[in-house]
């Protein structure tokens, strides 16, 4: 009994990489385009509706961008594996993007084959990562972060000593408000404290954070 297709929403604000991307995957009878979307609420959205296998992701799209979208279906719980297809792989987007729930991070200019591999792969629940990608993880895994707490945990606490709620830090950082929730209760072990404020005093008493001016 052959397998069913592999059920592909894309989400990509451009019309000829959706066409592109479309017409190559109906060529493979492994794959059924289900739906396409113009930006990261319609990708949420039909990803709700259709139950796609797997979404593949652009980042830079208008109004709510990939990162957003990413980190919306993992706060509903939507079992679709998301793929990232993107242009960009410096580690500004790669992190939020992982962090929001991404299962892999490809770049557009993957040859066709190696793309038929990730979906299928990210379909299976595997990671998948471009190569300069995985060195980018790499990297930022050999460097060490300045002081006790990781840099976005700094990025986290500058909010919070801001003035920011959960809520708003999320959305700065475009990660999910329970993944600042999770860095807050880090961030609490680390220096020692249990609540917010406790956490943006000792900051500034060990110079993590600078008073503004």
């Known amino acids: 009994?052959?397998?069913?297709?592999?059920?592909?929403?894309?989400?990509?604000?451009?019309?000829?990489?959706?066409?592109?991307?479309?017409?190559?995957?109906?060529r493979d009878p492994g794959f059924e385009v289900v739906?396409?979307?113009?930006?990261?609420?319609?990708?949420?959205?039909?990803?709700?509706?259709?139950?796609?296998?797997?979404?593949?992701?652009?980042?830079?799209?208008?109004?709510?961008?990939?990162?957003?979208?990413?980190?919306?279906?993992?706060?509903?719980?939507?079992?679709?594996?998301?793929?990232?297809?993107?242009?960009?792989?410096?580690?500004?987007?790669?992190?939020p993007a992982i962090e929001a729930g991404a299962t892999g991070y490809l770049l557009k200019d993957a040859p066709r084959d190696d793309l038929l591999r990730a979906v299928r792969a990210a379909a299976r629940g595997e990671a998948v990562l471009a190569p300069s990608v995985a060195a980018t993880l790499m990297d930022r895994m050999r460097t060490p972060a300045p002081g006790p707490l990781s840099?976005?945990?700094?990025?986290?606490?500058?909010?919070?000593?801001?003035?920011?709620?959960?809520?708003?830090?999320?959305?700065?950082?475009?990660?999910?408000?329970?993944?600042?929730?999770s860095h807050l209760l880090n961030i609490y072990g680390k220096l020692g404290v249990g609540d917010r404020a406790a956490a943006v005093a000792e900051a500034f008493h060990l110079r993590l954070l600078k008073p503004k001016g």
């Open 1 to 26: 009994m052959a397998e069913s297709p592999i059920r592909l929403l894309i989400a990509d604000d451009h019309p000829v990489v959706r066409d592109g991307l479309s017409s190559m995957f109906a």
């Open 151 to 181: 840099e976005r945990e700094l990025e986290v606490l500058r909010l919070v000593a801001a003035g920011n709620t959960n809520r708003e830090a999320a959305a700065g950082l475009f990660i999910t408000e329970a993944t600042v929730k």
């Open 35 to 95: 739906g396409e979307a113009t930006d990261g609420a319609e990708a949420v959205r039909l990803a709700e509706a259709l139950r796609p296998d797997v979404v593949l992701m652009d980042l830079r799209m208008p109004g709510t961008d990939g990162v957003t979208a990413i980190g919306e279906l993992a706060a509903k719980g939507n079992p679709a594996r998301v793929l990232v297809l993107t242009t960009y792989d410096a580690d500004t987007h790669v992190l």
